[in-house]
């Protein structure tokens, strides 16, 4: 019996100070996160149920909020933008996704060995990416500015074109122009990361294929992009979260001309809130294109996992 409570009393002995460790590791680790939790509550949480509410109200710049659910939701479609910009934005998403993966890719796979020069090419790729979306917007307005911009007189001179051409006069050429812009400044970002993915690959994989009679077109099919399909992933929902919404380009370089065939969806929700003055409309359409854009990368998540 006094065997048997001397173990007892060293086994409650022993699992106090235990325990005072684990609650103190995990107050420790409440407080290591309180930072980020503040941070992530404040600028995201925050704003997000102050969106939510806003949608269901009649929100004017000036004066009281007065409850209307859901009618900003219900006129959305009467809204003589929307549709129109909803289009535009899928449009653009789809083709700057496809075009902007390619070009990365190509230039990830240019400068994945190692080669004497090939760090002077990684940094000349990445530099755009170190320009201000804003800032590359009006480089690309005051290049292809038919009045002052270098581009035209150019192309004349070494005889391409004849005559200054609309590189943002009609909807064709503004939506390339814009592509242009976006695959200049983008590009090199996205290089960097799969660049990331390719030099995670073991060596040793590429090896054995090639003594196995592999040609490059089978190592890249059967062997490369299967291996990058993790950082491939990233690179899809950054690029197209990025198309779908978009902003900057067409707000600094387009202005969402000509004719409003450059509007974007956030275009029509900054319209909508500082133009219309109709901040609850404008809530309720950035929540359906949040819930378009969770639902999307979801998605892409579960085919590319």
């Known amino acids: 019996m006094t065997l048997t409570a001397g173990r007892s009393g060293r086994r409650a002995a022993h699992s106090a100070p235990s325990a005072r460790w684990r609650s103190s590791r995990k107050v420790q680790g409440w ?3 309180a930072p980020t939790a503040v941070i992530v509550g404040v600028l995201f949480v925050a704003p997000l149920v102050l969106v939510v509410w806003m949608s269901l109200n009649r929100w004017p710049l000036l004066g009281p909020a007065t409850l209307n659910a859901p009618d900003n939701y219900t006129k959305i479609a009467d809204n003589p933008l929307f549709v129109d910009a909803v289009l535009f934005t899928l ?13 990365a890719l190509g230039l990830a796979l240019l400068v994945q060995e190692r080669r004497p020069g090939i760090a002077f090419f990684r940094t000349a790729f990445f530099l755009p990416g170190a320009v201000g979306f804003a800032a590359a917007g009006l480089l690309f307005y005051g290049m292809l500015n038919n ?3 270098p581009i035209d007189p150019m192309l004349q001179a070494i005889g391409v074109t004849d005559e ?9 050429m503004a939506l390339f122009s814009t592509i242009t812009l976006v695959l200049w400044r983008f590009a090199g970002f996205n290089m960097l990361i799969l660049l990331t993915g390719l030099q995670a690959i073991p060596t040793e994989v590429y090896e054995a294929a090639r003594s196995d009679g592999a040609g490059r077109w089978q190592i890249l099919t ?4 299967p291996l990058l399909r993790p950082t491939l992933a990233l690179m899809l929902i950054l690029s197209v979260t990025g198309s779908l919404l978009a902003f900057d380009q067409f707000f600094v370089f387009t202005n969402g001309g000509p004719d409003n065939s450059t509007v ?7 319209r909508d809130a500082f133009f219309r003055f109709d901040l609850g409309g404008a809530a309720a359409l950035s929540v359906v294109l949040l819930l378009a854009l969770v639902g999307l990368n979801a998605l892409m998540m579960r085919r590319l996992r």
Do not use: E, Q
């Open 31 to 33: 407080l290591y996160a």
């Open 91 to 103: 449009k653009y998403t789809v083709i700057t996704t496809v075009l902007l993966s390619l070009v």
């Open 222 to 225: 059967r062997i490369t992009l």
């Open 164 to 172: 200054p051409v609309k590189w943002i006069g009609t909807p064709n």
């Open 147 to 149: 009045d002052f911009g």
């Open 264 to 270: 974007s969806m956030v275009m029509v929700i900054y």
